[in-house]
């Protein structure tokens, strides 16, 4: 192993790899062939994708939101807790693995979730990066099989040889993401810069009515789930 890749098997206070659940996840889930890092990464990309819930009403705002074993735990949490959580598991594996994140522009998502928002762009949308067959490669666990069929798209898979990110289309022709801007990768979850982000895209205003909403219901009120999706006409 080369030196540049051993901090990306280090564990973290957010990344918490060590941590025994998490052990027990990733070795539960990684597969038959405990030697062979593609086909466990493929195994364990499959299992976070659709064991844990996506819910973009998830508090993000303090290192616990996004540890991962809080994430396994929890079995739901933001796209930022899915990529940590298979962050931790590939980890726990041996295999190389570190976090990327992006802005990304969703054009096929709830109107309640628009109006919370206030946008429908999605700032420091985060992927994770396995090194694999001596490359780095993008994996995308956020979108279950649940939600996928909701909005109209396959799921997304990952083959441990191509980046696996958001289609830009679904199953009807409209566009669905739309990736904007990069912001490269990291070894830990850059919790200020996600927070800030959050607050710049958002405004103070509704970040902190979220704090104080998610601290009195703990969000119980709001299920992406049962919301309506938005049917853009944009096709190709």
Aim: glycine share 4%; hydrophobic share 35%.
């Amino acid at each position: 192993m080369n030196h540049d890749k051993e901090e990306y098997l280090k564990p973290t206070d957010m990344i918490d790899s060590d941590n025994e659940t998490i052990i027990q996840y990733a070795q539960a889930n990684c597969g038959p062939n405990k030697q062979d890092h593609l086909k466990m990464a493929i195994h364990l990309y499959n299992a976070v994708r659709d064991d844990i819930r996506y819910n973009p009403y998830s508090p993000f705002w303090l290192p616990e939101h996004f540890r991962a074993s809080v994430i396994l735990k929890k079995k739901n949490g933001l796209c930022i807790g899915k990529a940590v959580l298979l962050c931790a598991v590939g980890r726990a594996c041996g295999i190389p693995s570190r976090l990327g994140y992006a802005d990304v522009i969703n054009h096929l998502t709830t109107q309640q979730l628009i109006n919370t928002l206030g946008s429908s762009n999605f700032v420091y949308h985060s992927f994770t990066e396995f090194y694999l067959e001596g490359k780095w490669v993008k994996s995308t666990p956020a979108f279950d099989k649940a939600a996928c069929k909701r909005h109209f798209v396959e799921p997304l898979e990952f083959n441990g040889l191509e980046d696996s990110l958001y289609h830009m289309y679904n199953k009807k022709k409209q566009l669905f993401m739309e990736y904007i801007e990069f912001h490269g990768s990291r070894s830990d979850v850059p919790l200020d810069e996600i927070v800030n982000a959050f607050t710049k895209e958002y405004g103070k205003d509704r970040i902190d009515e979220w704090i104080e909403e998610w601290n009195q219901f703990e969000n119980k009120l709001r299920d992406f789930y049962a919301e309506d999706v938005i049917d853009e006409v944009i096709t190709v």
